[in-house]
């Protein structure tokens, strides 16, 4: 079992910036990858970033690319989401995904595992 517990949400200005965190614990040892999604009211959940725990290669929605980093520091099994120049439609409660499973794509939500409780990021404008 892995668990996750995200961090760092809250409400700012269209432009502003804010840094997600996601803890792991448990057999963390396990993980393939690891991902950040989101879902707005009304919306259904959508993928926003992912990072291999071994490799670091990355991935992004298109919404996101060049505003958005992720990141892991595999010592303190966490990762991080970095996010710059936020607009209103990032509004949403953000998730933080492990996974256990090998793949060549963590895109996809079935993809994952297991799951934070979400973290809540309103920008207003």
């Known amino acids: 079992q892995v668990q996750l517990v995200e961090s760092g949400g809250g409400s700012v200005q269209a432009g502003g910036s804010l840094r997600l965190s996601c803890a792991a614990s448990?057999?963390?040892?396990?993980?393939?990858?690891m991902g950040w999604f989101r879902q707005a009211p009304g919306k259904e959940r959508e993928f926003v970033a992912e990072?291999?725990?071994?490799?670091?290669?990355?991935s992004y929605a298109d919404s996101v690319k060049g505003r958005f980093t992720i990141s892991t520091d595999n010592a303190k099994n966490s990762m991080y989401l970095q996010m710059n120049s936020l607009k209103p439609e990032d509004t949403a409660i953000y998730y933080c995904?492990?996974?256990?499973?090998?793949?060549?794509?963590?895109?996809?939500?079935?993809?994952?595992?297991?799951w934070g409780q979400g973290t809540q990021v309103t920008v207003s404008s």
């Open positions: 995904a492990a996974t256990t499973a090998y793949s060549r794509d963590y895109g996809s939500e079935y993809k994952y595992n297991y």
């Open positions: 448990g057999r963390t040892f396990n993980m393939y990858a």
């Open positions: 990072i291999s725990w071994s490799s670091g290669r990355t």
